[in-house]
């Protein structure tokens, strides 16, 4: 089994997913849009990761290889394959899909509630509450066919199902101290005031307890994705 990384920055990667990949038997290559790459035959993959990032779905002019990857996302949904979105990555699968990406009413960043939305029997159900770590500006609208899967009090879609075997999350459920750390140091210029931004200083003093559930949260949406 072949799982695939698509990674937008250096200092994004993919946490807790490695471990779970490494434990489910996936060999795992990463592709660094950042740098030269290729990618490649959606029937060399089963199962595609596609990671957060600063930029937006809608930087194509200035980032051109943004197009590529949007049709190798949209070939992995059209193909049924398992496909998990990690914020960027989620914008990234609903404009795939055709729905619009575009800036959200606030930014979210740090560790904030969602609610998980009420779905049917054979659809993935998230959490009634968990706190789940976020950053993000922008938002989209629910693809055709999608399920809303969470909501939150600064963002209304914040993950959907598509198909079988596609989910977008708007947060990061792949977080570890490391991770946050590393976004938090990069990013450090977008902490700047706003109801749903904590300081540097509150998202770092997160518990361990908040992780694990997270990253528990995480193995059971690749569960879903993979069964």
């Not at 592709?31 to 779905?57: A, C, F, K, N, W």
């Not at 659809?123 to 055709?144: I, M, Q, Y």
């Amino acid at each position: 089994m072949n799982a695939r990384i698509l990674q937008h920055v250096p200092f994004e990667e993919a946490g807790s997913i490695l471990d779970w990949l490494r434990r489910t038997g996936y060999a795992v290559e990463v592709t660094r849009l950042y740098e030269p790459h290729r990618l490649p035959s959606p029937d060399q993959v089963d199962l595609l990761i596609v990671m957060g990032g600063p930029m937006s779905v809608n930087d194509e002019a200035t980032l051109p290889w943004l197009t590529d990857e949007l049709r190798f996302v949209r070939q992995m949904l059209q193909a049924g394959k398992p496909v998990v979105g990690i914020c960027l990555g989620a914008q990234l699968m609903a404009k795939a899909l055709g729905a619009r990406v575009y800036p959200g009413p606030q930014r979210e960043i740090g560790w904030f509630d969602i609610q998980g939305a009420s779905v049917g029997a054979d659809a993935l159900a998230l959490p009634s509450k968990a706190r789940v770590f976020h950053w993000h500006g922008e938002t989209f609208d629910l693809p055709a066919g999608a399920t809303r899967l969470a909501t939150s009090a600064a963002c209304a879609n914040q993950a959907f199902a598509w198909g079988e075997r596609a989910v977008g999350l708007q947060f990061h459920l792949e977080s570890t101290p490391d991770t946050v750390r590393s976004i938090v140091t990069h990013c450090a210029d977008e902490l700047v005031g706003g109801e749903y931004v904590q300081s540097a200083d509150a998202i770092l003093a997160e518990p361990a307890a908040s992780y694990a559930a997270i990253n528990a949260l995480m193995a059971r949406v690749l569960d879903f994705v993979t069964r």
